[in-house]
């Protein structure tokens, strides 16, 4: 049955060396979370320069893509997007009632591959041209 | 044995959707980035690649849809953070108009956008 569990208050940081690895869990995917929506709303109004045409388009994504420190911040939404693409399966698992047991090391597992994903992803995202 | 927790009640349509759309965004956000960052390099997109992609009505829809999920299953998780967080009564009503605006607003300005790059309007 659903019920409610007490997760204390959050904005209480001195007491994070208690959380459990599903507190974490929990904080991290409300992060990343945060990140991604803000993100999707940023993203729609870059690319809203393609109304204007292609000089403004090209420009745009080529003036960002240009600057060493948006391939840094497209590694770091690389790292956000995945850690809430695995946890969130992570989650629909656990919803499911499959792995509870195992939701701790299911966690772990989660930060390890994000971690492994983007350390391979980098020479990718760091490629190309630069100003 | 684990009990079941939360932060969405685990009843109603926006449990589900959340649920649903999770589902979908999974394979379509790495679909996306895989076929933004590593088959088309970032630095090397153009308005006229996008417009090929974007021609494609199978690519088109798929992107459009990406847009509606993303943008429910983003608000509908900050909704829930927040009402997590204690917002109730008047201020949990107006959070969510402008929740609800916003989103109209960002679906709609994205299929206008898509329109553009397909060469629709």
Known sequence: ?131 | MAEHYSSFERKGSRWLLQRVTAVFLVGVLAFHFLLLHFVNHAAEITLAGTTARMSSIGYFVTMVLFLVTATFHGVNGVYNALINQGLDGTQKQAVKWVLVVASVLLVAQGTRVALHMNGFL
């Open chain 1, 1 to 131: 049955m659903s019920q409610s569990y007490n997760r204390g208050t959050v904005e209480d940081f001195g007491r994070w060396r208690d959380f459990s690895a599903g507190m974490w869990a929990w904080i991290f995917h409300k992060f990343t979370g945060w990140v991604l929506v803000g993100y999707l709303f940023t993203h729609i109004a870059v690319l809203s320069t393609a109304i204007q045409g292609k000089d403004l388009y090209n420009g745009t994504l080529g003036g960002l893509e240009a600057l060493l420190v948006v391939r840094f911040l497209e590694v770091g939404l690389l790292a956000v997007a995945v850690f809430h693409i695995l946890n969130g399966l992570r989650l629909l698992f656990v919803d499911l009632g499959v792995g509870l047991e195992a939701q701790d090391k299911s966690f772990y597992a989660s930060m390890v591959l994000t971690g492994a994903i983007v350390v391979a992803s980098i020479p990718t995202f760091l490629g190309g041209k630069l100003v």
